[in-house]
């Protein structure tokens, strides 16, 4: 079955790990990989479709600057974010086969449900869902959800895929050096977590943009990180898990979204900054994992963003060689066809997890907002 972009868009307790510590050698070559990593993150700009590698690059960092056996004996959230990860612990959920969950295939609104009937529009196929934990399986995977942390406009979901056949292993073991070009022309494995929740236009102003990236890959197994940025999530929201796999487009499971981190800071900024352009910010939202901008206007905004912390650093949320970084400028977001009163909004991913008591200020478009 054949879908479009558009079409496929659309839509316990902390577990421990036993893993053995990194050796001399592992070490060395994980650092010259994240060097490397670092060097090029800035050439090929593609933050539109997937997570940067950027990510992974701070993660292994991270996971440098703590013994191995520290690292190892937390869960994936302390090994993405090494200490920062504090700041958002009490807000991750985790899933095992004790935990209950409402598991259950997508919902389709009554105009949906019409269109299906009369043959006007096509879903992929289901998976099927397993009997215990948040779980399912196609011919060649199964995918089970590790743990979940969900903000107003971000989520971030780990999931744990285990091949079924020798294909998919050969699959997932590739999967973590190839380019995002060979990932697409090819039809490689993607999983995505969108919002599955609303009618029509709502729904999709409810998601951003979604990607995966692979942890690790021990075997047949694998773990990949999924990302949706810039959408709109509330508790109870329906978050629909799909896979593409070579052409086959399959349908996960739904998951209801968990309690979110709660902490953030809303700024307002001046309009008057935007006088005469066609575009103006009315707000700036962060949280300790992203930042986003909601306003109204139209045409291309040459927005600059610049976060100050209370020891008096500086860093551009535009520029990845900062500390922080971004993960891309992945979620751009707009309705009404470009009018005047168009809503629109755009989102960044830190890479490095943000205090907000450790911010002095935020500059946006060359105004500062004091935040003490």
């Known amino acids: 079955m054949k879908m479009t972009w558009d079409e496929l868009m659309r839509y316990a307790p902390e577990q421990e790990y036993s893993l053995t510590p990194l050796e001399d050698s592992e070490t060395e070559r994980i650092l010259k990989r994240t060097m490397e990593k670092l060097n090029t993150a800035g050439k090929a700009r ?19 600057c703590v013994s191995g056996f520290a690292a190892y004996s937390l869960g994936w959230f302390d090994q993405l974010f090494g200490t920062s990860a504090a700041l958002v612990k009490e807000s991750v959920v985790s899933y095992d086969t004790a935990t209950q969950v409402d598991i259950t295939y997508p919902t389709y609104t009554e105009a949906e449900q019409a269109m299906i009937a009369e043959g006007t529009m096509q879903v992929p196929d289901q998976a099927q869902i397993a009997e215990t934990g948040v779980s399912a399986q ?10 979940m942390l969900v903000s107003k406009d971000t989520l971030y979901a780990i999931m744990r895929i285990e091949a079924r056949t020798d294909d998919a292993a050969a699959e997932l073991a590739a999967l973590p050096d190839a380019s995002l070009e060979e990932k697409e022309c090819g039809g490689m494995l993607l999983v995505l977590a969108s919002n599955n929740s609303g009618e029509g236009r709502e729904r999709e102003w409810k998601n951003g943009s979604m990607g995966m990236d692979i942890i690790e890959v021990d075997g047949n197994t694998a773990y990949a990180l999924l990302i949706n940025l810039g959408g709109e999530f509330e508790p109870g929201d329906l978050i629909l898990f799909d896979m593409s796999f070579h052409g086959e487009n399959v349908y996960l499971f739904e998951v209801p979204a968990p309690e979110q981190l709660q902490e953030e800071l809303v700024i ?4 008057s900054v935007y006088d005469g352009k066609t575009y103006r910010w009315d707000t700036a939202t962060i949280t300790p994992i992203s930042f986003r901008l909601d306003g109204s206007g139209y ?3 040459e927005t600059t ?23 891309g400028s992945l979620g751009h977001s707009g309705t009404g066809g470009g009018a005047e009163d168009s809503e629109k909004k755009s ?15 935020v500059t946006v478009d060359g105004v500062t907002y004091s935040l003490k």
């Open 46 to 64: 593609k933050p539109q479709k997937s997570v940067r590698r950027l990510l992974l690059a701070a993660a292994l960092a991270a996971l440098l």
């Open 138 to 147: 196609t011919d060649d995977f199964v995918f089970t959800l590790e743990s």
């Open 268 to 271: 307002p900024l001046d309009e």
């Open 299 to 301: 045409g291309r905004s």
């Open 305 to 327: 963003v610049i976060l100050t912390l209370n020891d008096g650093t500086s860093f551009s949320l535009t520029d990845p060689e900062t500390p922080y970084g971004t993960y």
């Open 347 to 361: 989102s960044w991913l830190f890479s490095r997890l943000v205090d907000l008591d450790e911010l002095s200020s």
